[in-house]
């Protein structure tokens, strides 16, 4: 679709989000947001015509790309037939999502509880541990991300829970492997994954066994920076957790559904946890939904027990019916394939070659259409392009990375040092060599902060 400027609709629409919206995560008088005319495929344009190539895939949640028209089409099919209906009754679009889910998450996670996104399925993932086991802690590892809503922004390791944290949600936290910036004093993958579980199971006996409920970890970290685990490290956590009877939640909100060349990322590594939470990718986003995956020994404990919550909208048909169409749309179009294959003979190349030629770039880290780029002032010293959590002035370079991406047609998705490289799953080639492209372009807004 080729955009049609409208600058008098862009003002219009402008006007009325200043004056009304209230936007997340965000200072409300120090925010511009871009009107947004329309999207389509891996782009989206404004109303002024630019378009942009988008490389967050929204919030990285678009893995089919924007208006893809066979979900469209199921979105309007199943508004025809049936709009919406109250979560206890069986409706065909969610026992079938529920069924199409299943059918590929790892082990026996078979049960499907639907939540309206990936906050809330963290929520009832954690309450479904605690009433499991009858206890009362949660372990998290310091980078990570795992909602909004009160318990998930607890449990969440990243600076956006410390405006929130009411340090009286029985979480405490560890540090997961991560060996460009270790905390283990690591030279390589094995030391640093041994050196990891030894650190959690350290932390498991000064916490107390037996009142830990669960261990929750993004099965490859997102918005903390894509730090894809060492070979055997979630096999460990695995262990550790069978070993002190410990339930092992695994977050794949935004790892799921193709966007690391696997349907879960879990695959990766073969792992099976006990509650895997996903959202996102389920239907691209098209409805908002979200679930747990649920084991046959948790969902045996509320067989003959109620489980104690629920939601009004929990499997709603419109969202539901996308997710149908979404999942039958990746494997008619092979998409988890297409992810895998272009993550490893464009992107990850391509990025590598990046690296050679910039010096801002200290590593690069990926797999997918799942990537990101450390940022840094010095190879040698590893010392970040900006401090950490950095705001106004001391963000200045991130800041103008960013602009120089928009200015050369690139969205990009930036957090603290790092930026993101998220595309469609559904992204060709050339599309993704033209945001190559426009990467190296703007690298070199970065480069002038090195030495």
Known sequence: MTPQPSPEAGAAVKAADRAHVFHSWSAQDLIDPLAVAGAEGSYFWDYDGTRYLDFTSGLVFTNIGYQHPKVVAAIQEQAAKLTTFAPAFAVEARSEAARLIAERTPGDLDKIFFTNGGADAVEHAVRMARLHTGRPKVLSAYRSYHGGTQQAVNITGDPRRWANDSGSNGVARFWAPFLYRSRFYAETEEQECARAL??????????GPGTIAAIILETIPGTAG?????????????????????????????AGFGRTGEWF?????????????????????????????????????????PYPGGLTYSGHPLACAAAVATIG????????????RLGESVVGPGLAELAARHPSVGEVRGVGMFWALELVRSRETREPLVPYNATGEANAPMAAFTAAAKRHGLWPFVNMNRTHIAPPCTATEAELKEGLAALDAALTAADEHTV
Do not use: W
């Open 198 to 207: 030894e650190h959690l199971e350290t932390t498991i006996a000064f916490e």
């Open 226 to 254: 894509i730090m894809v685990p060492p070979p055997g490290y979630l096999a460990g956590v695995r262990e550790l957790c069978d070993k002190y009877g410990i339930v092992f939640i695994l977050d794949e909100v935004m």
């Open 265 to 305: 990322a879990a695959d990766l590594f073969g792992v099976v946890p006990d509650l895997m939470t996903f959202a996102k990718g389920v239907n691209s986003g098209y409805v908002p939904l979200g679930g747990v995956a649920i084991s046959q020994e948790i969902a045996a404990t509320f067989g003959k027990r």
């Open 329 to 340: 749309v990746m494997a008619e179009e092979g998409i988890v394939e297409n992810a895998k």
